[in-house]
Every structure is written in structure tokens, then in C-alpha cells.
């Protein structure tokens, strides 16, 4: 085998092991990357003008002006307030009590939240998280084939990744760009963009025949397999589900979903005011207000417990 393959395969080991360990992604992915660079420096495999050429790059080019990645850190703050906020557990609870009485409906309600949450947030590691934490122990306490439970909540949990406002599209979007606009530069033409609107767009069927598909395979589940998703056990003394609890819990979603993608979709923002109306509408207006998302503080414990180095038993 040759230098270059070892290298390349041992720098995916790396990282991985890495990221197992509990390490940050950023870090992570940075540090490995740079220390693998030196080392193919080091023994001549890997030439060092493209090290060179990264401050370059960073500074003098496109990434520090593009307006288009400016949007990245707006959605990942929105993100991170609705995270804080618990608005997964109001989504789950409202869902899971609309259609707990049917069989497969708890399956079925966290797919709908996975593509609330999706639509609202876009991050894809605070949403499986949380959907883990909520939504798994309540599946497996009303029955729920183990299987069918996790593989819901995973499923669920990554339709971030396609649905808008995903962040890999905003990231997929800018890299796109750029190598069509180096493309029609090399040709003679004139630089190309590549909207992010666009994608969002040629996204969002996609994304919605995915969650389809998923609440179809939950329903084949439900009547072919019924043993595996059970309705949920009817709990007495519960305060019946009502007109304004529903509209409480779903309106400040669907309200920042319309908002963002709507203003994206329909052309009256670009991305990155699209991703400042969403960040500062997922603010509350009083941190102190009975709502969100001071109305919980953080949960530190859940968050360490959701590390990969803790489920397999690392320090």
C-alpha cells in the first residue's frame, strides 16, 4: 500500500476515533486535518503550496466575503435557543397526545416534530439529542419494538439535513459557486451563483417525500406488524388536549418556519436576513417571561450524558 492511501485512511481513523472519544467536531476536524497536512509535508507527499495558500483563501477570497455563509452562524443561534427552550418537548407532548390513541401514533408524532423541529432549526446533533432523550424512554415504555423505536428517532432526528433551513445547504450552495464560477472563468464566461434560495427550493419536495415515506412505513408497521407500535395507555385524570394549548405550543414554530423560509421562497429576503429575522424571532421578548427559553434552564446533564465517550463508558 502506498504512503499516500496509509495516510488517508489513517487520518479518517483519527477522526474518528476523535470524535467517538467526545472531542468537538470543530476541533476535531481542524486538528486532524492540519496534522496530517504537516505530516504529508514532512514526508513529501503532500505538496505544501496548498497550506500556504490557505490564508489566502480565508482571508483575500471569497470565504470571509461571501454573504451567503454570514447566514450559517444566524440559524445555528436560532437553532440553539429552540433547543434551550424545550420546544421539542411542548411539540411532543401536544403531538403524542393528538395521536397516542392510535396505533403507531407516537411513531408517527415524532416524525411530525422531527420535521417541525427540522424546518425551525436546522441542526441536525441538538435535534437527535433531544428527540433521544424525550421521545425514546416514552416508545419503549408503551411497547414499542426497540428497533422501530430507535430507527424512528433517527430518522426523524436527521431531516434537518435536507429540510430547510438546512446548514449544509447554505455550505453546499457557497461550494457550488465557487466551482461555477472557477468553471465559467476557465471557459471565458462570466462567474456563476448559485441561490441558496434555490436549493432551499429544489429541497423542500424532496425533504416532505422522505417524511411521507417515513409515516407510511410507520403505518405498514402499525397494520402488519401491530405488536411493535401499541397505542399509548390512556392516562386518567389528564386534563383534556385544548384549542389553545394546540395553537400554543404549534403556533411559535410554524410562525418562525413561515417566516424564514416564506420570506426566502417568496424572494422578499435574501438567506442571511431571512437567518436575523429567524435568530431574533426565537428570542423572547422578556427572558424572564413564563415562556421560552429561560423557562428551563439548560440541561448540562443530559447533554453530557448524549456524548459519545459516555455511552461507551469512556471518561
Not at 104 to 133: D, Q, R, Y
Not at 141 to 157: E, H, K, M, V, W
Amino acid at each position: 500500500m502506498e504512503l499516500e492511501a496509509i495516510l488517508a485512511i489513517s487520518m479518517f481513523v483519527v477522526a474518528i476515533g476523535a470524535l467517538l472519544a467526545g472531542y468537538p467536531v470543530a476541533l476535531t476536524l481542524g486538528g486532524v486535518a492540519l496534522i496530517f497536512a504537516l505530516i504529508g509535508i514532512a514526508t513529501g507527499v503532500f505538496p505544501d503550496t496548498f497550506l500556504k495558500a490557505f490564508p489566502s483563501r480565508i482571508e483575500g477570497s471569497s470565504i470571509m466575503q461571501s454573504q451567503t455563509l454570514v447566514a450559517v452562524p444566524l440559524f445555528v443561534i436560532m437553532g440553539v435557543i429552540l433547543e434551550r427552550s424545550r420546544v421539542a418537548e411542548d411539540l411532543l407532548g401536544i403531538a403524542s397526545r393528538l395521536l397516542g390513541k392510535m396505533r403507531g401514533g407516537l411513531g408517527i408524532a415524532v416524525v411530525l416534530v422531527g420535521t417541525l423541529l427540522a424546518a425551525s432549526t436546522g441542526i441536525v446533533g441538538a435535534t437527535v439529542i433531544t428527540m433521544t432523550l424525550i421521545a425514546l424512554p416514552s416508545m419503549l415504555r408503551q411497547g414499542y419494538d426497540p428497533r422501530l423505536a430507535t430507527g424512528t428517532i433517527a430518522a426523524s432526528g436527521t431531516l434537518g439535513q435536507i429540510i430547510p433551513p438546512s446548514i449544509v445547504l447554505i455550505l453546499l450552495a457557497d461550494a457550488i459557486s465557487n466551482a461555477a464560477s472557477q468553471a465559467a472563468l476557465r471557459s471565458g464566461g462570466g462567474s456563476a451563483v448559485v441561490s441558496v434560495g434555490d436549493l432551499f427550493a429544489g429541497a423542500l419536495i424532496p425533504g416532505l417525500i422522505l417524511v411521507a415515506l417515513y409515516l407510511l412505513w410507520i403505518a405498514i408497521m402499525a397494520v402488519f406488524r401491530p405488536a411493535s407500535c401499541p397505542p399509548a395507555e390512556v392516562i386518567e385524570g389528564t386534563a383534556p388536549l385544548t384549542f389553545r394549548d394546540v395553537a400554543l405550543g404549534l403556533g411559535a414554530p410554524l410562525a418562525l418556519i413561515v417566516a424564514v423560509l416564506g420570506s426566502i421562497l417568496g424572494g422578499v429576503a435574501p438567506p442571511t436576513e431571512a437567518a436575523a429575522i429567524g435568530a431574533g424571532s426565537a428570542e423572547p421578548p422578556d427572558a424572564g417571561d413564563a415562556g421560552r427559553p429561560c423557562r428551563h434552564p439548560p440541561d448540562h446533564r443530559a447533554a453530557e450524558h448524549a456524548r459519545p465517550a459516555h455511552r461507551f463508558g469512556w471518561p
